[in-house]
């Protein structure tokens, strides 16, 4: 266990060169059928064999399927993320929640970086540990792949991830919004340097950042702990929220809202911040968890206390999965 943070401590945060062509090739494989339970596929991008998971709801008949994209955290793989492997996993839990809202997730596997974990190409363009895969274009061929298979609602996807998946949620945002309905980015900031060539069009984005982060510095700045250059740099999350702002046209003044404290030990409240009525209906949402560290909040899923050794206090007061659904469901491509 204690090996498996330590890797985790160097992976979450992997960062990479950047290569933002959008190009994927797709090769035709067979979808097997789910029966209620994820299944672990394999398509081929660009000449290259990418894994994905994929969950499927029963009793779908006659209405399309919107989609729901999360991806991990630096050297976390597809069987960590649907809880396999034995550890906690907030984001297994939307297998339950898609089952109950009917919509189709997907969890993608990015490519091995340095220390040969899975990681995704996201827009730091000063870090140095990343894989330089053509990640844009791998989950566009996922869209497509997906689309020819099931009856999606192309106007309705849209991507979670945490950490290094949340740096490339961004980077979606940035560089494929005609595509992606909304996104949402846990523990993750703006980059402060971008080899990214941003679309600059507005779309609907959530924040979900701790306080007391100290893997990915809610003031911003060079990330890891210790801070390591190779890591790359970030924005502050209040300046990245204020790119969102400004970006979609929102109101300047935000709704605001106080979670209960379902738990006092957890390092303190949860509160919301909403940006609403921003172009083409789109909306920018802040979480502030106080006092959390480097995890995705949940009631459910609690990781140990030696993930906390390292990581910083996981809040208990609100269910990840939950909160960014509720922020998904109404989003939709105009």
């Known amino acids: 266990m204690i090996s498996w943070v330590i890797e985790t401590i160097c992976l979450l945060l992997f960062i990479p ?45 006659n209405r399309l399927l919107p989609i729901i994209f999360e991806l991990h955290g630096g050297g976390v793989y597809i069987e960590d993320m649907l809880g396999e492997t034995g550890k ?45 895969a053509d990640d844009v274009g791998f989950i566009e061929a996922l869209i497509e792949f997906l689309s020819s298979k099931y009856p999606v609602d192309k106007k309705r996807i849209y991507v979670s991830g945490t950490s290094n998946g949340g740096f490339m949620a961004l980077r979606l945002a940035v560089t494929i919004p005609e595509k992606i309905a909304a996104v949402a980015s846990v523990a993750a900031a703006m980059p402060a340097v971008s080899s990214c060539n941003y679309v600059h069009k507005p779309i609907s984005v959530l924040f979900m950042n701790g306080t007391d982060d100290n893997h990915m510095p809610y003031n911003g700045g060079v990330l890891g702990n210790p801070p390591e250059p190779e890591n790359g740099t970030v924005l502050s999350t209040e300046e990245s929220v204020n790119y969102w702002v400004e970006l979609d046209q929102t109101e300047k003044e935000p709704e605001y809202y106080v979670f209960n404290d379902l738990d006092p030990d957890d390092g303190g409240i949860v509160e919301k911040f909403s940006y609403r009525n921003g172009v083409k209906g789109t909306e920018v949402v802040l979480y502030r968890i106080n006092g959390g560290g480097h ?40």
């Open 88 to 132: 906690k996993s907030p984001y297994k839990l939307w297998i339950e929640l898609a089952e109950q809202e009917k919509f189709i997730v997907v969890y993608p596997e990015g490519l091995n970086g340095r220390y040969r974990k899975p990681t995704w190409n996201d827009c730091r363009g000063d870090c140095l540990v990343s894989s330089e």
């Open 295 to 334: 995890s995705a909040p949940s009631i459910r899923e609690r990781f140990s206390s030696l993930y906390e050794m390292y990581f910083n206090k996981q809040n208990h007061d609100i269910e990840m999965t939950e909160q960014v659904w509720d922020f998904f469901k109404n989003k939709s491509l105009k």
């Open 17 to 61: 060169l950047i290569s933002c062509s959008s190009s994927g090739a797709e090769k035709d494989s067979q979808i097997i059928s789910t029966h209620n339970k994820p299944k672990i596929l394999k398509i081929e991008v660009d000449g290259i064999e990418r894994r994905f998971a994929i969950f499927v709801p029963d009793n779908t008949e």
